[in-house]
Every structure is written in structure tokens, then in C-alpha cells.
């Protein structure tokens, strides 16, 4: 495992990377997380990492490799987050960064006709999680709904 700590260099440039990968919008990922925690979300998660990293036993330390590293991180990034936002909707969004999103746009398969999301809610058939949205067309404000199958 390289060696990292509070105070390195690496450990500030690796912190910085992932926090900028996932607080700035590049090309088909937008951030999950409202600006409002971001401060303390970058406190709280880098402190937890820290302790993580000077509680792994010596010799587990050989096995643990950058993914295993970045991994861990994000997954710190992501739970604390989960713990900070206000609203159902934004935890939703912390969940599955890649769904679509409360405002977003979309387009019935039927027509051209252009909606916006107005609602979003989880459910299970069977197994299977889904996440249901609730739409509302531009022109005609008439609401439908649609549903994804959700990543496990």
C-alpha cells in the first residue's frame, strides 16, 4: 500500500483528484452532492479515511493496492453524504448518481414532445428494484410515469 497520511503530499493531491472528479460536472457525470455539504463532507470523509488507513493491520497493508484505496475513499465520500442531505430526493441522488433527476428532461417514445421530472420514488417487484418517475409533458402538462430497473 503506498503510504498515506494526513499530511503527504500524495494523500493531498489523491484526496483533491477524487473530490474534483466527483464535485465537478465532466462530460455524462454530474455531481451527487449538493453544494450545501460539500465543505463538510470533505471533513468528514477525509477524517474517517485517515482512520481507516492508520487502523489497517501491517500486514493486510501489503495487500491493499490504489483501487482498493480509492474505493474505500469514495465509499466514505458516499456514506457520509448519505448522512448530511436533507431531503429523500437528494439521498436518492447519492444512491444512483447515474439516474435521472428531479428537473431533467426527457421525451415519451411516443411522441416528441418533451417532459420534465417532477417526481421520483423507489419500488420492488419481485427482486427487483426500480426507481419510478413521474413526468410532466411541456406543452400539454398532462403527467405519466416510467420506470427503471435499478443497478444491484
Known amino acids: 500500500m503506498r503510504e498515506l497520511d494526513s499530511t503527504s503530499v ?5 484526496v483533491e483528484q477524487t473530490f474534483n472528479f466527483w464535485f465537478n460536472g465532466k462530460n455524462h457525470i454530474r455531481s451527487p452532492f449538493p453544494e450545501y455539504i460539500r465543505s463538510e463532507l470533505k ?22 493496492n490504489d483501487q482498493v484505496i480509492s474505493a474505500k475513499f469514495e465509499e466514505f465520500i458516499f456514506d457520509i453524504a448519505q448522512e448530511l442531505v436533507r431531503t429523500e430526493d437528494e439521498k436518492l441522488t447519492i444512491k444512483y ?32 428494484q426500480f426507481m419510478k418517475v413521474k413526468l410532466q409533458k411541456q406543452d400539454s402538462n398532462e403527467i405519466w410515469e416510467t420506470s427503471f430497473e435499478l443497478p444491484i
Open 10 to 14: 500524495e494523500s493531498s493531491e489523491f
Open 43 to 64: 471533513i468528514l470523509s477525509v477524517k474517517r479515511f485517515f482512520e481507516w488507513t492508520s487502523g489497517i493491520d501491517p500486514k493486510a497493508k501489503e495487500e491493499v
Open 97 to 128: 448518481p447515474f439516474m435521472p433527476r428531479i428537473g431533467d428532461e426527457m421525451k415519451d417514445d411516443l411522441t416528441t414532445e418533451k417532459s420534465i421530472i417532477v417526481n421520483r420514488s423507489l419500488f420492488k417487484k419481485k427482486d427487483d
